[in-house]
């Protein structure tokens, strides 16, 4: 199974961070075979002096979707990340990692919610997400993340008058 990441990280030496969750990705959920370049963004849902950077990464699994979900977790943990967002509290924090897809499966539990249900709305995912998958179609929404950073695209313009 092929899974698709999004990390950030605002906090400390947030290139490295990066770098560290990948290969940690690599070992312990499986080869990663693709990695976008880093975007630097401004926080999104939370206010913050700090700015982000942003990656998105695609690698191959015999892990299950919920056991992928526990790996990253626990990578997290083992970063620092002190607890994740509730509620759509969001904070600093030194590393994310936010599962984007999974193949093509749809999974709505209480734990784990696949396709990312905030994907399309953010371009700190979507940018690099069209760096390594372009033509990756959301099973849910049926447009390609090309077609999806597109839509974001024009939405996020202010209109002229």
Not at 22 to 40: A, D, L, P, Q, T
Not at 109 to 138: D, Y
Request: aromatic residues 6%.
């Amino acid at each position: 199974m092929r899974v698709f990441f999004s990390l950030g990280s605002n906090l400390g030496e947030k290139k490295a961070l990066l770098d560290e969750a990948v290969s940690s990705i690599n070992r312990k959920v499986g080869k990663v075979i693709s990695r976008s370049s880093f975007y630097e963004t401004e926080p999104w849902g939370f206010q913050s002096e700090h700015s982000f950077y942003n990656i998105c990464c695609c690698c191959e699994t015999t892990l299950s979707p919920l056991e992928v979900l526990t790996v990253t977790q626990g990578i997290e943990k083992e970063m620092g990340r002190k607890k994740k967002s509730v509620h759509k509290h969001y904070q600093d924090r030194c590393i994310d990692i936010d599962l984007l897809f999974c193949d093509d499966a749809v999974i709505d539990t209480e734990r784990l919610t696949i396709p990312h249900p905030l994907l399309q709305k953010r371009l700190f995912v979507l940018e690099p997400l069209n760096e390594i998958a372009p033509t990756m179609e959301h099973p849910v929404l049926h447009q390609t993340v090309q077609e999806l950073l597109a839509a974001l695209r024009q939405s996020s313009k202010p209109n002229k008058e």
